[in-house]
């Protein structure tokens, strides 16, 4: 079996600021998620990487960097933090085929005053 | 492109009832694979059961679901429902080996006494 942890559990910022979001796995996936969850909009994919040091544009990439310095991390960093934002960011992990279970971190809540 | 349709935002039921959940999806590739996913409150989303056999009851945890390509659903059942069975659940499809899968926007399940 494998964990993922996500650092930090929430994360509280000012409008315009820029935040960093980790997550680590330990399965020794190659390939990593980063979603956003908002209720009532389901789960919507950011970036995913399928190896180190790559990077997918998801659907939601627009506001948002990623980056895969190893196979075991995938950060995902808030540009710009728009006023009054609320939402959970949830990583996740799974071997590289189309059939694999994802495997999902706890998340992130985000608040920005 | 590839897409997952839950109709259902909210289902209310009284325990003992069954639960249906609806999916439908949209997607070019002959082979895709489709998943629901349970994401109890302050856990982590999870694997519930996946299916890309036609017209095969797919079962796990007293839940399932068959995957009927002529209509393009992938509808998630169960007899009884059950106290803890009030989660957010997430149907998703992969189409294609681009290791991504897509999530329809959750059904929130509630069961009450």
């Known amino acids: 079996g494998g964990i993922i942890t996500q650092t930090p559990k929430f994360l509280i910022g000012q409008e315009g600021q820029k935040l960093t979001l980790k997550c680590q796995q330990n399965f020794n996936h190659d390939t990593m998620y980063w979603y956003r969850q908002d209720s009532g909009k389901g789960l919507r994919l950011i970036y995913y990487s399928i190896t180190e040091n790559d990077l997918q544009k998801g659907d939601l990439s627009e506001g948002y960097d990623a980056s895969r310095e190893k196979k075991s991390s995938f950060s995902l960093t808030v540009t710009s933090a728009q006023k009054n934002e609320m939402a959970v960011f949830l990583c996740?992990?799974?071997?590289?085929?189309?059939?694999?279970?994802?495997?999902f971190g706890p998340g992130t809540r985000l608040t920005v005053l | 492109g590839d897409s997952v349709t839950q109709k259902e935002g909210l289902v209310t039921l009284t325990e003992g009832l069954p639960v249906m959940l609806n999916c439908t999806y949209q997607?070019?590739?002959?082979?895709?694979?489709l998943f629901w996913y349970v994401h109890y409150l302050n856990e982590s989303p999870r694997l519930l059961l996946k299916s890309s056999t036609d017209n095969k009851r797919t079962e796990h945890q007293g839940f399932h679901a068959t995957l009927h390509k002529s209509s393009s659903s992938f509808h998630l059942q169960k007899s009884s429902a059950q106290l803890s069975d009030s989660a957010l659940y997430y149907c998703a499809l992969s189409g294609n080996s681009n290791n991504r899968i897509f999530f329809g926007d959750g059904t929130q399940l509630v069961v009450k006494p």
């Open positions: 997607t070019i590739y002959s082979n895709a694979f």
């Open positions: 996740a992990s799974s071997i590289s085929s189309n059939y694999a279970e994802q495997f």
